[in-house]
């Protein structure tokens, strides 16, 4: 549920109404993508900003920093089902520090000819320092917009999900948070373990090729950037229904799963971070679905069930433990303003 303060009402009061004023067909704000509709083809396009102190660690490693933020985007590109083609970067720089471009650009290039998504423009500005005493002086903010390309009236969304469907997650939940949760010095975890947890914080795997292939049996899809549990109800939210989830059955890393149990439900339940995609699916296409799972190399599992909006639950999404218990979530996910 959208805290009444948060991100979400910002959103919802003053930036939701304007899709009807244009000639495009657009399905309105509030997925991953605005998919427009040119009749021959559909083009899917997202836009995801990025700040140094919010996104990033002050002392993250710039190339991880330029990959991040074009992987961040091109995930949202996978949870419509959309194949990258092109983006545009916008960066606003304190000072020409050149070691930092030459790191950051390298990064973000890499990642771009990984995923054959070309950087076809963006806007270059100075932003000068509002403490001038301040250490800091590299880039703080990026923005990236995205567009993939869609077959004729296809295109996954939040909306699509029917009561009876599976409810399906890429990779595992909870290690970008988990890894965030040790180097802010909360938590404590074996070298070995960090060390994997912070290569999923530190450069997240867009979900581009099981999106692709979902596109023609997924009934809806999000990524995971502000934790499973929030992310999964505006799936609920948009499609009217409700859902059960089994905590047993949740994909978790080795490495995860060698935390306490109530570190390891806070990570992959509401942690974020993750750029995995949450699906759902109809139950007679299991077979379809791990075949798309080993087409694209991805682990896929399924995580629960999608129930009617009057089946008898508390909420609109119960994580039952192994003895049938609700799991208490401890927070209700990112939120920039909550
Ligand atoms: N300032 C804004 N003006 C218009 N629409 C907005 C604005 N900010 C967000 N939105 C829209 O609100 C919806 C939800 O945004 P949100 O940023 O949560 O989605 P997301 O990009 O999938 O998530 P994340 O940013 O965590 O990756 C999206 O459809 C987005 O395009
Ligand atoms: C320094 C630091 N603090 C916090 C986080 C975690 N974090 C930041 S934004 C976000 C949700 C997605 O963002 P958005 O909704 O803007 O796309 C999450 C989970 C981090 N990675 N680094
Ligand atoms: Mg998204």
Known sequence: ????????????????????????????????CAIIDLGTSRIAVTMDMLAVGTHFLPDADPRDIGYKTLAVNLSDLAAAGAVPRAFFLSIGL??????????????????????????????TVRTPLQNP??????????????????????????GGARPGDDIWVSGTLGDAYAALKYRWGHWAAAPAAFK??????????????????????ATAAIDVS?????????????????????????????????????????AALSGGDDYELVFTAPADRRREIFEAGIRSDTLVTRVGKILAESQQNDGALTVYDGHRRAVVLKSAGFDHFA
């Open 226 to 266: 502000d934790g499973f549990e929030q992310d999964l109800s505006h799936i609920l939210e948009r499609s009217h229904v409700k859902a059960e989830i089994e905590w047993d059955s949740l994909p978790r890393s080795e490495a995860l799963q060698s935390l306490p149990l109530e570190q390891q439900q806070e």
């Open 133 to 158: 005493s301040a250490t800091a002086h590299s880039p703080a903010v990026f923005s990236v917009t995205a567009l993939g390309e869609l077959p004729p009236g296809m295109g996954l969304t939040r």
């Open 94 to 123: 304190p000072d020409k520090d050149e070691k930092w471009l030459e790191a950051f650009s390298s990064g973000l290039r890499e990642l771009s000819e990984a995923s054959g998504c070309a950087l076809l423009g963006g806007d």
């Open 196 to 217: 994997l947890m912070r290569r999923r914080m530190e450069r997240p795997e867009p979900r581009n090729a099981l999106g692709r292939l979902l596109l023609p049996i």
């Open 1 to 32: 549920m959208a805290s009444p303060d948060g991100e979400f009402s910002i959103i919802d009061r003053f930036f939701s109404q304007g899709s009807a004023n244009g000639p495009w067909f657009c399905k309105g704000v509030g997925d991953d």
